[in-house]
């Protein structure tokens, strides 16, 4: 017997590696400059309600709004996934029409199981190197024109760091009636500089979730529901964020979110020096050919607006995985990335890093980068259409019996429970959808590169019993 999570992460703590991944704070002092024991609090004299806020907590989700733009904001302890669930219920009934786009992360299938809404999927654009891009206008169109949609659910800025045009999708949307929901979970520092995309909310959608520990310097967890607009019902909207948290909230991350906000708002040093160092970063990087950093010339390419400057994604245009270069940052280097694909990896930077843990990582890829021969990346094949209706819906699914068959068994059956790459977190196989041989072709890629994919364990994959 041992304590298992405790002595891990001693032993991590020890190692020290660096951090190119999450929470934001990167276990810098200086945004956090609190012990955790002593925040850690319940509702008692002068600390408010989180579900039912009148005090410290109603003041510091109205200085959220004000910052962001928002009509109201709410603060989430379970995350960007309790707010994306949050944000389908309370824009779905049972049997609505949802729009969502491919690239969706798990906790939106949360959401339609727990709504009961329907989901009309949309593909995003695939780029030569297999990255999901934006989504396409003509698709949006074609789907407005072919259902009766009550909202409409996208992911901008991706995992990589790319935006959609949301100020033309929202424009669509809204002139259908219909609601823009935006993951934006990975765009919570787009507010503090122009440098960064626009954020969703100063473009049009209706209803944003940011994950603020991702990346800005709170702890995992912390995270913020905004609403703008008028077109979306704020009583299901605060009624559907109490469904989702806790009764225990946790302070430390409350306070995490709030301290954050009031010294970023403040201080505008903070993120010009740190800009200064990832455009210094980047500009190194762009001497590198076969580990390529992704930058501008990608923006108007595959319906993606704009770049995410403060990540770091780099195609791996070589003999060896993204998860191979990862191994060899961590193993030489005593660097630990955010994820490690198939042909690339993502590095995420946040005001809070240490001048030093970038510049490493940037000497790192450089010395790399001449170590390996330039090969070209073939795109992984993938037929899917760009509208489709899934066979089953994620909620009939859930409530369906299951089985468990091989992957060869599993192509042409309804897919019981959704196949995730993990990171970043998004189906390559949505439960309710059919299991193509495209799909368990790619999964076999991913498998054999050291990938991990949640709901293909023990070479078995669940389907719904015929
Ligand atoms: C696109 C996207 N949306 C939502 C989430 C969930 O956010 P959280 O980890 O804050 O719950 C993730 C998590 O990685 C994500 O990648």
Redesign the pocket.
């Known amino acids: 017997m041992a304590a298992y999570i405790f002595d891990k992460l001693r032993e991590l703590e020890e190692k020290n590696a660096y951090p190119l991944h999450m929470p934001g704070h990167k276990r810098n002092l200086r945004f956090m400059p609190y012990d955790f024991r002593n925040f850690d609090y319940t509702e008692t004299d002068g600390t408010d309600n989180l579900h039912m806020p009148e005090g410290i907590i109603a003041d510091a989700q109205k200085a959220m709004a004000e910052l962001l733009g928002a009509d109201q904001s709410y603060i989430l302890v379970n995350?960007?996934?309790?707010g994306?669930v949050a944000a389908v219920m309370a824009c779905c009934d049972p049997g609505d029409n949802v729009l969502v786009a491919g690239n969706c992360?798990k906790?939106v299938y949360s959401g339609l199981v727990m709504s009961g809404a329907n989901p009309i999927y949309i593909s995003p654009q695939i780029t030569e190197e297999g990255l999901c891009g934006g989504i396409s206008m003509r698709d949006i169109f074609r789907a407005f024109d072919s259902y009766d949609i009550k909202a409409m659910i996208i992911?901008s800025p991706t995992?990589e760091g790319f935006t959609c045009d949301i100020r033309t999708i929202a424009d669509i949307v809204h002139k259908h009636d219909s609601v823009l929901i935006t993951?934006e979970?990975?765009g919570a520092h787009f507010t503090f500089s122009d440098v960064f995309p626009a954020s969703a909310l100063s473009q049009g959608a209706d209803i944003v979730v940011n994950?603020w520990?991702?990346t800005l310097p709170c702890l995992n967890?912390g995270?913020v529901l905004s609403v703008k607009g008028g077109r979306v019902d704020t009583t299901r909207v605060k009624e559907a964020v109490s469904m989702v948290n806790t009764t225990s909230p946790s302070y430390p991350i409350m306070a995490s979110v709030d301290y954050a906000r009031d010294i970023l708002s403040k201080d505008k040093n903070l993120f010009s020096s740190y800009i200064q160092l990832i455009r210094d970063a980047r500009h190194e990087l762009t001497h590198c050919k076969v580990l390529k950093l992704v930058n501008d010339s990608i923006k108007g390419q595959h319906d993606i607006a704009d770049l995410d400057k403060s990540r770091f994604t780099i195609m791996v245009r070589t003999d060896i995985t993204g998860v191979e270069l990862g191994k060899i940052l961590l193993d030489k280097y005593n660097l630990r990335i955010e994820l490690a694909g198939l042909h690339h990896i993502v590095a995420i930077t946040t005001v809070a890093d240490d001048p030093r843990g970038i510049k490493k990582f940037v000497k790192a890829i450089t010395e790399m980068d001449k170590k390996f021969q330039r090969k070209y990346i073939e795109k992984i094949p993938m037929t899917a259409q760009s509208v489709c209706l899934p066979s089953m819906t994620p909620r009939d699914v859930y409530f369906s019996k299951k089985q468990y068959v091989s992957y060869d068994e599993a192509v042409g059956k309804i897919a019981a429970v959704s196949v995730i790459p993990y990171?970043?977190?998004?189906p390559l196989v949505p439960m309710g959808q059919i299991i193509t041989q495209e799909h368990i072709d790619e999964l076999r890629l991913l498998k054999t590169a050291g990938c991990s994919v949640i709901g293909a364990e023990n070479s078995s994959i669940a389907i719904v019993q015929e």
């Open positions: 995350g960007g996934t309790s994306m992360h906790s992911t995992y993951d979970c990975h994950s520990h991702k967890q995270a990171p970043p977190g998004i």
